[in-house]
């Protein structure tokens, strides 16, 4: 394995300010101490392993990620563990989708191995920062976000030759601090995030500056997200602005739009799917038209509906709002729904046992 060189902050936050922030983290507020950081050049391929302090990018204003975003990136927790260890979830499949991502958007491909050692040095470094949950219901954990950029200072138009792969870490609180409550989301007619042959299964910033607008009206409609559907159609249920879409029936069926290039494969989305059927559910992935949910709804055959990330985990819905019509499925998180959510969390924290093998040691704690 090639060897981090780590590099010590020597003014870290003082003991008393980390432990105020993680009293109260937020989401993506505050960050560590330090970051991990590979170089990559054509020359040299990836290079300089570093683990160092945490501080403002130097990039040239010619830097090609600036002007034709040429950037991808990653999202997964690290969790402590009742006996002081740090554990991530599945981190194998989010080094994979960056490798697709990459190879999308023309950016060199990050090893596995390399991946994983980013993590792990990161969270070595900064363990400190990564609190245990108080109880069942707290969800503590710090947020890893691995990135890549294109750095090379260049306006002419092709792929960058030079880019830097970073991960930086941040403290997150539960993401709904005051309890679970069924979200309501917007559905976005005009605006669409992704089409056939783009880039949305690729997790790149392009991607989220496409969907902002969306996001914009949804608030204005008092939504809290967006569901995207087709591009070409505007008939089938895509997912969310940064969440996939799982829609739950009366015989116990979980349904989810199938995978495509406009839809991106979710680490979450995955897990839901494959526990689902421990829990006593079948499961079908296909093309979902709104009317369906519309019809099926109405009937009584749709009786549940969340969303899934790994920010967010599982987050119940309770409307789908458009300009003519409203799904309303109450204002109770629905128990298929609350008892997927907790069957992940159990896994997560430690709670359960990991029949699957999903768990990954970050650092001993
Ligand atoms: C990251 C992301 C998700 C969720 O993926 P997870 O691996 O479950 O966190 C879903 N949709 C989009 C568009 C995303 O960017």
């Known amino acids: 394995m090639t060897e981090f060189q780590i590099l010590k902050n020597m003014q870290p936050a003082p003991e008393l300010v980390r432990e105020a922030i993680k009293e ?5 507020e505050h960050f560590t101490d330090h970051l991990s950081h590979i170089r990559f050049t054509r020359a ?80 070595a470094v900064d363990a400190a920062w990564a609190s245990a949950p108080k109880n069942d219901l707290d969800e503590v954990s710090l947020y890893l976000r691995p990135f890549m950029i294109a750095s090379e200072r260049f306006l002419g138009v092709r792929s ?26 917007w559905l976005s007619r005009t605006l669409k995030r992704a089409s056939a042959g783009g880039t949305g299964f690729a ?32 008939k089938y249920l895509e997912e969310l602005g940064g969440m996939n879409l799982m829609l739950v029936t009366s015989d116990n069926t979980l349904i989810t739009p199938e995978l495509g290039d406009s839809i991106l494969d979710g680490v979450t989305r995955r897990s839901v799917l494959e526990l689902a059927p421990q829990l006593g559910l079948r499961v079908e992935e296909r093309k979902i038209e709104v009317a369906e949910w519309r019809e099926r709804h109405a009937a009584g055959e749709i009786v549940e509906a969340f969303a899934c990330g790994t920010a967010a985990v599982v987050t119940p819905i309770g409307k ?46």
């Open 160 to 185: 960058s030759h030079e880019v830097d792969y970073y991960v930086i870490a941040s403290p997150a609180g539960p993401y709904f601090p005051g309890g679970i409550k069924p979200v309501s989301i």
């Open 24 to 28: 109260k983290p937020g989401f993506g």
């Open 203 to 234: 997790k790149c910033g392009g991607n989220y500056a496409a969907s902002l607008a969306a996001g914009d009206e949804a608030a204005a409609n008092g939504c809290q997200q967006v569901l995207f559907t087709d591009a070409a159609e505007g």
């Open 44 to 123: 040299q391929g990836w290079h300089a392993h570093t683990v160092r302090p945490y501080g403002p990018i130097i990039l040239d204003p010619a830097a090609a990620v600036l002007h034709y975003a040429q950037e991808i990136f990653e999202g997964l927790k690290a969790y402590r563990h009742a006996d002081g260890s740090i554990w991530t979830f599945r981190p194998q499949l989010n080094a994979a989708r960056l490798a697709r991502s990459a190879e999308r958007i023309a950016l060199p491909q990050l090893s596995e191995e390399d991946f994983l050692a980013s993590l792990s040095e990161l969270v």
């Open 320 to 365: 789908l709002v458009s300009d003519d019509f409203t799904i309303d499925h109450g204002e109770e998180p629905g128990e298929i729904t609350m008892s997927l959510r907790k069957t992940l969390l159990d896994i997560q924290y430690g709670r359960a046992e990991d029949t699957n093998g999903w768990l990954y040691k970050l650092a001993d704690g």
